[in-house]
């Protein structure tokens, strides 16, 4: 299989790429001249035109890979295809994410198992072929991202606090591994951020979660990109294993 011609760029996986924190993320490697393979979880060119129209963004810059991370044996052997394509991935960062809320005592086993499956069990099926290749390499940044729910817990979120919490667990164990070889593992635990997801949420709940936040708002997007840029910068080479928080000082543990 003949290589991608991006030898004069580093390579970045960005999973939810097309999400909000992932178009943050995705401009901001832009910016530092990146070719960026972009995960999303069905093959819609016109959704991806837009969303390159809308924010910006080259299209030649981006290689758009469709995957449905439930679907462990396709998505993994569809990402390790892509990977062949390139000599080497420096940076992976993990944003991909749903909710599905609901107080425990009402949670469905489907409920509980689409959270898990997508924003933890999925990281098996992405970070095991990337990590591989970084091994290859002996180097590599990987960045994935949590939540302040993962490190306190939520009303109605057993499903999600549990699945964040896992990928910090996750994250600490994978940087033990990745050490030795130069490769680097953490984690970004946001706050409630400005995205479509967070912005479905009633204004009236919103304005007392903002209460709640010494800071009296949202986070921002792009800063938390900016979190996951300082993660694979040359600036945090000695940082492994580690969580930062991005929360406006709402939980500080």
Not at 57 to 78: I, P
Not at 192 to 221: C, F, G, Q, W
């Amino acid at each position: 299989m003949s290589k991608s011609n991006t030898s004069d760029k580093k390579v970045a996986m960005v999973t939810g790429a097309l999400g909000g924190i992932g178009t943050a993320v995705c401009e901001k490697l832009l910016a530092k001249g990146y070719h960026i393979i972009a995960t999303l979880s069905n093959d819609d060119p016109e959704r991806t035109k837009k969303w390159c129209d809308d924010n910006g963004f080259d299209q030649n810059n981006f290689e758009f890979l469709a995957v449905d991370l439930s679907d462990h044996e396709k998505a993994m052997a569809a990402i390790q295809q892509t990977l062949d394509k390139y000599d080497s991935v420096y940076a992976l960062i993990n944003s991909a994410g749903i909710t599905r809320d609901s107080s425990f005592k009402r949670m469905s086993y489907t409920q509980w198992k689409q959270v898990i499956d997508t924003n933890l069990t999925s990281l098996y099926t992405v970070v095991h072929p990337v990590f591989t290749k970084m091994l290859q390499q002996k180097t590599g940044r990987i960045v994935n991202i949590s939540s302040i729910n993962g490190l306190r817990g939520q009303y109605g979120q057993t499903n999600y606090s549990a699945a964040k919490a896992g990928i910090i667990g996750f994250t600490k164990a994978l940087a033990y591994e990745g050490a030795s070889s130069f490769i680097t593992a953490n984690v970004v635990a946001p706050g409630y951020t400005h995205t479509p997801m967070v912005e479905t949420v009633p204004e009236h709940i919103m304005d007392k979660i903002k209460e709640t936040i010494p800071m009296n708002r949202l986070a921002s997007a792009t800063e938390i990109a900016a979190a996951c840029m300082y993660l694979i910068s040359d600036d945090a080479i000695f940082v492994t294993g580690e969580t930062i928080s991005v929360n406006g000082g709402q939980y500080m543990s």
